[in-house]
């Protein structure tokens, strides 16, 4: 069966664009080791979206299946919904997931987000679920609504900042509390997401955080950082 037969057609191939448009959902790997260019999809996509890709843009104007992102090394991103569990994480038996680019998602993200992640940046504008960046070596997520349970799990380096989380975050029992106060890194990174269009309260630019360091059970290099602000604000940040 030919493509031709499933879809219509039309426009230039030398564009280097492709727009998908319809529901996705029951395809897998749309954007898969993709090196340039840039695909946008309107509507859902399936299992493997964006899966070990090195370059080139992936807009998603829809929710996406599991393993969104799944090794990436580089390109972006980018979903106007929401994503299934290990996004950004690594297949079944691989030591490593993502090692660079950048995952964007507006919507929910379900559990394993950027597990054993190694570098890059993850930014959720809702929720993630359990799990968040267990066995992460490096790379930065940022999780603007609340998180499921054991969040940094196993981590040994990296950066996870919770800037939302009203009901009391369960941190691991492998970290301690230390220093308070807002990095500068943390600002710089919260200017980027801004003017690449995540959207949040622009007063957690002026937060103080509280620190926690670990996890001591992997022997990470690990801070947290926590802050309660107007009694829904909560940071949660490691590196």
Do not use: K
């Not at 399936?46 to 929710?63: F, H, K, Y």
């Not at 799990?153 to 009391?168: F, V």
């Not at 996890?215 to 829904?232: C, I, L, N, T």
């Amino acid at each position: 069966m030919e493509a031709g037969e499933l879809f219509s057609f039309s426009g230039d191939a030398s564009d280097s664009e492709l727009r998908l448009v319809g529901d996705f959902s029951r395809v897998s790997g749309i954007g898969a080791g993709m090196t340039a260019g840039t695909i946008h999809v309107e509507g859902n996509v399936g299992p493997l979206a964006g899966a070990e890709m090195s370059g080139g843009t992936l807009v998603i104007a829809g929710n996406a299946g599991v393993r969104l992102g799944c090794q990436m090394s580089g390109g972006r991103i980018l979903v106007h919904g929401d994503a299934g569990d290990l996004a950004g994480g690594a297949f079944p038996g691989s030591l490593r997931g993502m090692i660079g680019g950048e995952l964007f998602i507006d919507g929910n993200a379900g559990s394993d987000l950027g597990r054993a992640m190694r570098r890059g940046t993850i930014a959720v504008g809702g929720a993630a679920g359990d799990a968040l960046g267990a066995n992460m070596i490096a790379g930065s997520i940022l999780v603007f609504g609340g998180c499921g349970s054991n969040p940094g799990s196993g981590m040994r380096r990296g950066t996870i900042a919770l800037l939302s989380a009203p009901p009391p975050l369960s941190l691991p029992l492998a970290f301690r509390p230390g220093s308070r106060g807002q990095p500068t890194f943390m600002r710089l990174l919260l200017n980027y997401l801004h003017r690449e269009g995540m959207h949040f309260d622009f007063a957690l630019m002026e937060s103080a955080l509280q620190t926690f360091h670990g996890d001591f059970y992997s022997a990470g290099r690990v801070r947290f950082w926590r802050h309660r602000w107007s009694s829904r604000f909560s940071v949660l940040a490691a590196r």
